[in-house]
């Protein structure tokens, strides 16, 4: 069974629409994750949640925003997408070791 | 600062041939490592994890990894490729903050 689920896996939107992407995990884990994954790169972290606590990466642009209302929903808003923000955007959560459990991710394309 | 290094942004092998994907760590601290795959349009999928146990780490799908802190390297290795495993592979170490530090990532491709 899916730990995290994201939503929806594929978004056209454009240039300038926001748009908002959501995860949920079944793991009940106080961390969540929002990477952003560009083709043939290595996925780049954008935000990270201990519980509430929000901390975002000092290159994340203010594009970017987070959100999570409860341990399990996390979500990702992009206030106006630009060309350059077209991407895999994959939410993960942790395991006991620290490893990561990923999402199947959701690939955002602006026209 | 914790870092790792992929040598090789491919590997093409044939099927039914060994599988040595590189990696290389820096760590000040005893280090957290990663194996990763990821096929097309999808998200990672942990393959193995070193956590200071065992050196030598089985995962998923056949694939080990055996940690030498000498080489300060962490090889993923399959004994025989199959059609299957052609996908990306990236390696990760935990950093100080708890967070995963990936490689640039190794692109496997499986010859018929």
Request: charged share 15%; aromatic share 14%; hydrophobic share 35%.
């Amino acid at each position: 069974d899916a730990m995290v689920i994201q939503n929806p896996r594929y978004q056209v939107t454009q240039f300038g629409k926001p748009v908002t992407l959501s995860c949920s995990q079944t793991l009940n884990h106080n961390v969540m994750y929002w990477y952003q994954q560009k083709s043939s790169q290595a996925p780049k972290l954008l935000f990270h949640y201990y519980d509430k606590d929000f901390n975002n990466e000092a290159d994340t642009p203010d594009n970017f925003q987070s959100r999570r209302p409860n341990t399990s929903f996390c979500f990702l808003d992009i206030r106006s997408p630009g060309l350059g923000d077209a991407a895999m955007y994959l939410c993960a959560t942790a395991g006991d070791d620290g490893e990561l459990f990923f999402g199947e991710g959701s690939r955002l394309t602006v026209l | 600062a914790q870092s790792v290094t992929q040598l090789g942004s491919h590997v093409s092998v044939s099927e039914g041939a060994l599988v040595l994907l590189r990696c290389n760590y820096s760590s000040s601290v005893p280090p957290y490592l990663f194996w990763y795959v990821q096929y097309p349009n999808q998200g990672l999928q942990l393959l193995l994890k070193y956590t200071s146990a065992a050196t030598l780490v089985k995962g998923i799908n056949g694939f080990e990894a055996e940690f030498k802190k000498s080489e300060t390297s962490f090889h993923l290795t399959k004994p025989s490729a199959h059609m299957s495993d052609a996908a990306e592979y990236f390696c990760a170490v935990m950093d100080s903050s708890y967070k995963l530090i990936f490689g640039s990532g190794t692109r496997l491709l499986v010859r018929p």
